[in-house]
Each structure stands twice: as C-alpha cells, then as structure tokens.
C-alpha cells in the first residue's frame, strides 16, 4: 500500500538526505521514530505529496505518486492520503464542518454532509459541527484534524508528533483514537514521532538514524 525506493531529499542542492526503504501494507499500523534533526518530518511530507524527492519512487496504492504531475497529484493526495498535522492547519473564517467540506471538494469529491455528520458524531464532535476552528479545545482541534485527514476514507494515514505534547493518559487516548480510526476506514497509519513512549505499542517500527 505504501512503498518507497531510494528515497533522497536536498535542501540546497549539497546535502543529501538518505531514507530507509519503507513497505507498509495495507490496514498495518507502522511507528516511525526519529529524533530531532534526523529528518522524519521531511520524510512525512514526501509520504504525503507534499515535497518532491530528489531521487526514488513512493507508491501509494501501486501509484508512483513521485512521477505524478501537480495538477494530478492534489487529487491523488485529497483522495488516497490523510495526514494528521503536528499543528492543525485549519481555515479559521470557516467552520469545523465547511473545513471538512472543503477538504472533500479539494479531492474532486461530492461534498457529503451525511458523511461528516456521522463522523464527527464519531468522535464526540456533533455539537461542534457550526463551530469555528478557535472554539475548539485543543483535544477538539485534534479530534478535528483526525477528522478532516479520513473524511475522504485515505488508503494512508500520516500522523506528524500526534502525542508529543501530552501527558501519559492523553498520549493512549489519541493513539486509540488514530488506529480506531484508521481501522473504520481499512487504512495503513504510520505515526512520526520521537516520542520514545509509542515504542511499545507498535510491533512495525521505522527508525532514523
């Protein structure tokens, strides 16, 4: 479900990063640890469609999602990828629920308000559907971008630091919450973080040096 080969990025043209192949299937969840500095934030955005790499091929549902122009490649995004920021990235003038709606016209998609009601009744967000982003609590903005990154059912799920800020109680209850999720919709997730706690909860691990 999720592949890569030979995976290289540059910032400047002179540094070269390296990354490890990656084969994750579908429906597995996968941890990727890495400490500051090691480069798993940048690897999260080439996943996700976000940065070109410089060499290499990521497959996303037996699609070179690295060979796909731009025009192609938002949709490709929108409609296979979810990603769970580190700090959500909402349109504030909208509210929670015409986010989501946005986020499903972006992918080419019917707008389904049947959809996003259900979900965010799911995750104990129905009284926030006509809410603004800054209404939220930061456990409801969370729940949101949860929310907003599987509304179109991704085949992947990418969560960038989802626990870094947390205390114990709160670190289980949102990881319960990604692979519940992920679940629902049948997706592989695979969770970036340093957060050295995660390391005994999944049994698929990626390191960086």
Request: aromatic share 6%; no cysteine; glycine share 8%.
């Given at each position: 479900m999720l592949r890569t080969t030979g995976l290289q990025y540059s910032y400047d043209g002179r540094h070269t990063l390296s990354f490890p192949d990656i084969n994750c299937k579908a429906g597995e969840h996968w941890l990727l640890l890495g400490q500051s500095g090691s480069g798993k934030t940048t690897l999260l955005h080439l996943l996700g469609g976000l940065l070109r790499p410089r060499a290499g091929r990521i497959e996303v549902a037996d699609t070179d999602m690295s060979a796909l122009p731009a025009s192609r490649l938002d949709r490709?995004?929108?409609?296979?990828?979810?990603?769970?920021?580190?700090?959500?990235?909402?349109?504030?003038?909208?509210?929670?629920?015409?986010?989501?709606?946005?986020?499903?016209?972006?992918?080419?998609?019917?707008?389904?308000?049947?959809?996003?009601?259900?979900?965010?009744?799911?995750?104990?967000?129905?009284?926030?559907?006509k809410a603004k982003p800054s209404r939220l609590s930061i456990g409801e903005q969370q729940r949101a971008a949860i929310a907003r990154a599987i509304v179109n059912q991704p085949d992947i799920i990418l969560a960038d630091e989802p626990t870094s800020a947390l205390d114990g109680h709160n670190c289980d209850n949102v990881i319960r919450l990604l692979e519940g999720q992920a679940r629902a919709v049948g997706a592989t997730l695979l969770v970036v973080t340093h957060d050295q706690r995660l390391k005994e909860r999944f049994s698929n691990q990626i390191v960086l040096p």
């Open positions: 490709f995004r929108g409609r296979r990828i979810g990603i769970v920021f580190q700090t959500a990235h909402f349109v504030n003038a909208l509210t929670v629920e015409e986010n989501l709606l946005l986020a499903q016209q972006l992918a080419g998609l019917k707008p389904s308000r049947s959809r996003i009601d259900e979900l965010l009744e799911h995750l104990n967000l129905g009284h926030k559907l």
